[in-house]
């Protein structure tokens, strides 16, 4: 038995087989057969593959088109990611959970859009304009996991944007 299984035994609360099933390993344990250690490293992969995509598009950043193009999937890559941490489906719960419904949406129509104007469309302003507002949507989606984030953002805003004195 490896470190991670004991440790979510421990965290469970004893061997109880019915526990495991229940667990978040146990969810995926059926669908996948990578031990936990293998979903840490293709995690990891995924990440570091994604954030070095987004980075490496800033070189290209003179030609929009190319530049939208890697981004995007870097940035596609390093959001799916977590995928193999808690797998496929619940992911996709979590992002379709009324709380990111709408960020979740906005991020995948800018997804969409940047794809669409930079690969069929040329359109070097159009692209931009998506790659912002794709950055935009994954920051306020971001958000939504870390407890009164999205608030204290909005406050903010409000505050910075104020004109009345």
Not at 28 to 57: N, W
Not at 74 to 81: D, E, P, Q, R, W
Request: hydrophobic share 55%; aromatic share 10%.
């Amino acid at each position: 038995m490896d470190a991670l299984t004991r440790l979510h035994r421990s965290l469970a609360g004893g061997d109880d087989e019915e526990l495991q099933e229940e667990s978040i390993l146990g969810d995926t344990e059926d669908l996948c057969s990578l031990s936990p250690l293998q979903r840490i490293y293709a995690f990891a992969a995924c990440l570091v593959a994604g954030l070095a995509l987004m980075i490496l598009s800033f070189i290209v950043f003179a030609r929009p088109i190319k530049f939208a193009v890697m981004f995007t999937f870097g940035n596609m890559l390093a959001v799916g990611s977590t995928a193999f941490v808690m797998g496929p489906q619940k992911q996709l719960r979590m992002m379709f959970d009324p709380v990111r419904l709408y960020a979740t949406a906005i991020y995948v129509g800018c997804v969409v859009l940047a794809l669409i104007f930079a690969l069929w469309l040329h359109d070097k302003l159009l692209t931009l304009i998506a790659v912002i507002c794709e950055i935009c949507a994954l920051f306020w989606y971001s958000l939504s996991y870390i407890p009164f984030a999205r608030r204290m953002v909005s406050d903010l805003m409000v505050k910075l944007c104020d004109t009345e004195l």
